[in-house]
């Protein structure tokens, strides 16, 4: 197995006791790709619990105006929304204008290793962001139309949706001219209308004043923290788990949410919980290519996340995440013997063109 790991890459395999029994290069500080978003996940369970719960406020100003304010809530997508606009039918009638309030994080609140691509793992944060800032879209008898059944196509999205000069797709929306958290706001004035409640139509950014605004109405997001993590596992969100590490470093740091705060609140649980000796990080998703960690500072990860296992990916024995990059494939988790014992693994192939497939195949058959 060591053959199969070059001078730029490393492999680390540990027994159920966490005694290391495969090692090399080992304390190579190296790219992680995904696999860093298991600290990033682990760093938000010590400090926001399995059981967080993201919200977003509402409020009515003395003009009648409905102001929403987002607090980083990572799923808020159409059948949330939907749903919130149900609960406000309830309580409201008729209202002004949309006021979007994202001071909750500051802006513009830019990503190392985020591009401006139509890739949805180039989606930016926000503190009131709806569907992941992405539209998927398709073209229907030469109309486009919504290529999600629960989505609505709106108007606020379509000239951007022409210029993809695309069939079908998706487009990434931007902080520019705060796209995505105007968007956010016509999507809540779509599923409100729906809901039976009159708007003005206007959509405008604004501020929440706390001590003459009126709040309506709190939604407790139906999502723990457990739910998020594994699904930002499953599907390796980058923009999702970005958002947990802001709202972590607000935990720790207070608000308003940055980037910095968030590094900085992971960073320190790493060097002074779990005793990581190489790590370097510039943002929580490893999307970065500065970002920095050894295959032993990842086992020790892998020892404080193993009770959390059960919210990766699971293949055969496998519980596992994988991470990668242009010319960095990274793969780390835990492999159960067919006794039942489970071991962890850490494999970081820096080196372009190789794969980590080949060298877990290889574990799992040495292991047994």
């Not at 609960?87 to 802006?107: C, K, P």
């Not at 809540?188 to 209308?193: G, H, S």
């Not at 969100?237 to 308003?256: D, E, F, K, R, S």
């Not at 494999?347 to 794969?355: A, C, Q």
């Amino acid at each position: 197995i060591k053959r199969s790991v070059g001078s730029h890459d490393a492999i680390l395999v540990a027994d159920p006791s966490n005694n290391v029994i495969i090692s090399k290069n080992s304390d190579h500080p190296l790219i992680p790709a995904s696999i860093l978003k298991l600290l990033t996940s682990q760093a938000a369970i010590h400090h926001l619990g399995l059981d967080y719960r993201f919200v977003t406020e509402f409020y009515i100003d003395s003009k009648n105006n409905l102001k929403i304010k987002g607090y980083g809530d990572p799923l808020l997508v159409s059948e949330v929304i939907s749903d919130i606009a149900r609960q406000l039918a309830g309580r409201l009638d008729t209202v002004n204008d949309i006021v979007v309030d994202d001071s909750y994080f500051v802006q513009p609140l830019e990503i190392p290793g985020v591009s401006n691509s139509t890739e949805p793992y180039d989606a930016p944060n926000g503190a009131l962001c709806a569907n992941f800032n992405t539209v998927y879209f398709k073209k229907e008898n030469g109309v486009y139309v919504s290529a999600e059944s629960q989505t609505p196509l709106l108007p606020f999205a379509l000239n951007r949706v022409k210029r993809s000069n695309l069939d079908r797709g998706r487009i990434v929306l931007s902080h520019n001219e705060n796209e995505c958290t105007l968007y956010a706001g016509h999507l809540f004035d779509y599923f409100l209308r729906k809901e039976g409640i009159n708007t003005g139509g206007n959509i405008v950014i604004g501020r929440v004043q706390a001590g003459t605004d009126r709040l309506v109405y709190r939604y407790t997001s139906r999502y723990s923290l457990e739910d998020i993590i594994s699904k930002l596992l499953d599907h390796s969100n980058n923009y999702t788990t970005n958002q947990v590490l802001i709202a972590t470093g607000i935990n720790v740091y207070g608000p308003p949410g940055n980037l910095a705060k968030g590094v900085r609140a992971v960073t320190a649980y790493a060097k002074n919980i779990l005793q990581l000796k190489t790590i370097y990080l510039t943002e929580g998703s490893g999307i970065s290519r500065s970002n920095r960690l050894s295959a032993r500072d990842m086992h020790k990860v892998l020892i404080g996340f193993k009770s959390y296992r059960y919210l990766m990916r699971v293949n055969g024995r496998q519980y596992y995440k994988t991470g990668t990059l242009h010319g960095i494939n990274t793969r780390a988790g835990y492999l159960k013997r067919t006794d039942g014992e489970v071991y962890s693994f850490v494999v970081m192939i820096n080196t372009p063109g190789k794969s980590t497939n080949r060298i877990v195949e290889k574990l799992l058959k040495v292991l047994d």
